[in-house]
């Protein structure tokens, strides 16, 4: 075989990968997804786009920051297709709303309880004041479970909110307050500092709280971009698994955060709390109907089928 022959037949080779990278280039499909926040928790996300994934499904994603309480909403009114936040999805289909969980990131909060000086376990905020950095959500449930785990009653203590982790870890730390619940990276920069791990909040409350919800118009409509979606995020959380070193420079860029060590840790107590494949058991996702009636007031049965659909995932 000739050199020329060679080179002419790697041209057209060159020539139609080019051709083939263009057209699904064209062919590509443009979605927004809302995020409450840009947190480890929204790690698949930009892994998925950084490496790839969502490109090889056909997808251009736009991520679109946006308070939780907005982002359904914002779902309902077309102006994006999926939202991330999956304490006020699961709301919205309690209240009779067409709007579908589809995939679970996280099953478990990622908060620590940290305690000030003289404050080493649980027990020691009896009778005192804790932080929370905002009232009737999830913070609020995080502290009445803790508290409960060591036998003492919510009435026991005083709870007040601040606004702002550095300004809980300076109430903390200046005994302001006994305690307080600080997110990642605020929990390890609050023990750089000094102050006292005082229990792990996903080891006393299991909660789904990010993952993907979208509109059953769109399941009905467009179910195959639903499944590229998840098989993109799938590829995505298993890449990040089994690469911590490869996704430090996503996170340092999404977090904005260049502390390595920070966003070690980070990685680390999140893979504590990751499902194993978007899926949560029965006794979670009917717990999690359960306290959303609850909150809602909502005292009939509600059908799993109204909140949850697993059906887009890839298979086992």
């Not at 304490?87 to 209240?95: D, L, T």
């Not at 809602?296 to 799993?304: C, L, N, Q, R, Y």
Request: glycine residues 6%.
């Amino acid at each position: 075989m000739s050199l020329n022959f060679r080179s002419r037949r790697f041209g057209v080779l060159i020539s139609v990968l080019w051709s083939l990278f263009f057209a699904a280039s064209a062919r590509a499909e443009n979605i927004k997804i809302g995020l409450p926040s840009v947190t480890i928790t929204a790690m698949p996300f930009f892994v998925a786009k950084e490496q790839g994934f969502f490109q090889q499904e056909g997808l251009t994603p736009e991520m679109v920051v946006m308070s939780a309480s907005l982002n359904i909403k914002v779902l309902l009114a077309g102006d994006i297709q999926y939202a991330a936040t999956i304490g006020s999805a699961v709301a919205a289909s309690i209240r009779g709303i067409n709007v579908r969980t589809v995939m679970l990131f996280v099953d478990r909060p990622l908060q620590d309880l940290v305690g000030g000086p003289g404050i080493y376990a649980i027990a020691d905020v009896k009778g005192k004041l804790v932080a929370l950095s905002s009232r009737g959500g999830l913070q609020d449930i995080i502290m009445r479970r803790v508290l409960a785990h060591a036998k003492i009653d919510p009435h026991q203590v005083t709870t007040i909110t601040i606004a702002g982790q550095m300004a809980l870890i300076t109430a903390v730390k200046t005994a302001r307050v006994a305690a307080g619940l600080l997110n990642p990276p605020f929990n390890f920069i609050a023990y750089r500092e000094g102050l006292n791990n005082l229990g792990f909040s996903g080891d006393f409350v299991r909660l789904p709280s990010t993952g993907i919800a979208t509109l059953s118009e769109t399941l009905e409509r467009s179910p195959d971009q639903v499944r590229r979606l998840t098989r993109a995020i799938a590829r995505a959380r298993a890449f990040a698994k089994d690469n911590k070193a490869k996704v430090m420079p996503t996170l340092k860029r999404a977090l904005h955060i260049d502390d390595i060590d920070l966003l070690s840790k980070i990685y680390d107590q999140h893979k504590q709390v990751e499902t194993v494949d978007g899926r949560v058991d029965a006794t979670l996702i009917a717990d999690t109907i359960r306290d959303a009636r609850q909150t809602e007031g909502i005292t009939k049965e509600i059908p799993v089928n109204q909140v949850f659909d697993f059906s887009y995932l890839p298979p086992r």
